[in-house]
């Protein structure tokens, strides 16, 4: 009966704040109302970050998606998983008595019941286990389950609004995608067995990369402790040197990247506070609950037409998009998915250094992306493969920090020694 009661509770926050966009939306699309979209934006954030729980990941996700939300709502929301309000400390202590047992406090020399990092699953509190090291122990909120399916049923109505007045993309993957990576990201015990195999891909490539080591012994499948490591946010480099910049940025593309091509395994929750800048400029990775795995064929298709934009091979792009499974492919909708496909690859066309977007980049790449969805919209819609969700997402994720860092590469050199004698060319 309680969880029901939560769940209905639920159901009626999130759609009460959902109501709120679709207000918004029919006021300027059928009243002509003018509305202060900077100001409603930021209060819709409070909202939804208020709400926590997965919705939140789901309404980042939408940010990304040219067109979903207005641009003044992308930027707000971008910026929640940053600002969720943390549990208090009876909360905590329950918490941990429930995973660990009522002596929990006993296996650990300190312990700070004040959460260091709330996110949207869970948060972070800092510890010293009784070996003298210090951990970062995450612990997730309460009954998320029940919190994931009632979101998800409140999923389809936002995604219900972007295809009311844009029939570009099908979006019946993209919430199947996002349903499947939320419920495995409940489960610590495969996190840790993401952080393994990160730290397995790392150990003989790139000493840069410190990828966290696991406390078996403190964690379930609701608890995780592993080490904690000190560090600066990427983004507090923007006014350091070029050089210091450039460096930063080359790491963290052959971060994010090289597991990717190598492995087939995508970081897919690319947020500025994921990833740390040590003392000695080393990257520290962090939370390892979303990963996605790619299979060689599919990760074989997209070298394909990088390859084919590369090479000027109109065939090798058709083909594909074809092997995406894009149907219904004719010359008007191959123009249309390659000047998408041109946006998305432009920096790892061009065989010279230069930032991850020029100048003015992010608003040029805007319109078009925007241009290429009402020619998708007029053209009848495609279904794009669910692998994207969270491949664009990183792509959006990563680029942003790139760009807002400052950091030039030649980012052609970098991909090109990535999918080296991996791929067919």
Request: with cysteine.
């Amino acid at each position: 009966m309680m969880e029901q009661l939560k769940s209905l509770k639920r159901l009626f926050d999130v759609g009460t704040t959902l109501t709120g966009i679709g207000m918004r939306v029919g006021a300027q699309e059928y009243l002509g109302v003018s509305v202060d979209e900077n100001a409603y934006a930021q209060k819709l954030r409070h909202a939804f970050g208020n709400l926590k729980g997965p919705f939140m990941k789901m309404v980042q996700f939408l940010a990304t998606i040219p067109d979903a939300l207005p641009p003044e709502f992308a930027t707000e929301f971008l910026t929640l998983q940053s600002n969720a309000p943390s549990m208090g400390e009876g909360f905590v202590r329950r918490r941990m008595a429930g995973e660990l047992g009522a002596n929990w406090r006993d296996l650990f020399q300190e312990f700070s019941l004040q959460a260091s990092h709330a996110a949207s699953l869970g948060q972070v509190h800092k510890a010293t286990n009784m070996r003298g090291e210090k951990l970062a122990v995450k612990l997730q909120y309460p009954d998320m389950e029940t919190t994931i399916s009632a979101d998800l049923k409140q999923l389809n109505l936002v995604l219900g609004i972007y295809q009311t007045f844009n029939k570009s993309i099908d979006t019946q993957e993209i919430a199947k995608e996002i349903s499947d990576r939320l419920y495995e990201e409940l489960d610590y015990i495969q996190e840790a067995h993401n952080i393994e195999q990160f730290k397995e891909i790392f150990k003989n490539q790139f000493d840069f990369v410190v990828v966290p080591k696991i406390c078996p012994d403190l964690s379930t499948k609701r608890l995780l402790a592993m080490q904690w490591m000190d560090g600066k946010p990427a983004l507090d480099y923007a006014s350091h040197t070029s050089d210091l910049r450039n460096e930063i940025g080359k790491k963290l593309f052959l971060a994010w990247y090289w597991p990717l091509y190598r492995f087939g395994l995508l970081h897919g929750d690319p947020h500025p506070g994921n990833y740390l800048i040590l003392n000695d400029e080393q990257i520290g990775l962090l939370d390892f609950g979303c990963v996605r795995r790619f299979e060689k064929p599919f990760l074989q298709a997209v070298v394909d037409l990088y390859v084919a934009l590369r090479d000027k091979k109109p065939d090798l792009a058709v083909n594909a998009y074809e092997r995406w499974g894009f149907t219904n492919i004719n010359n008007e909708l191959i123009e249309v998915l390659n000047q998408w496909a041109n946006l998305l690859y432009e920096p790892l066309l061009e065989d010279r250094k230069r930032p991850i977007q020029d100048s003015n980049g992010g608003k040029k790449g805007w319109e078009i992306a925007r241009n290429v969805h009402k020619q998708l919209h007029n053209l009848g819609g495609i279904k794009p493969p669910r692998e994207f969700v969270f491949m664009d997402r990183a792509a959006v994720g990563i680029g942003s920090v790139l760009m807002r860092l400052g950091a030039e590469q030649n980012w052609h050199r970098l991909f090109e020694e990535i999918i080296e004698g991996v791929y067919t060319q």
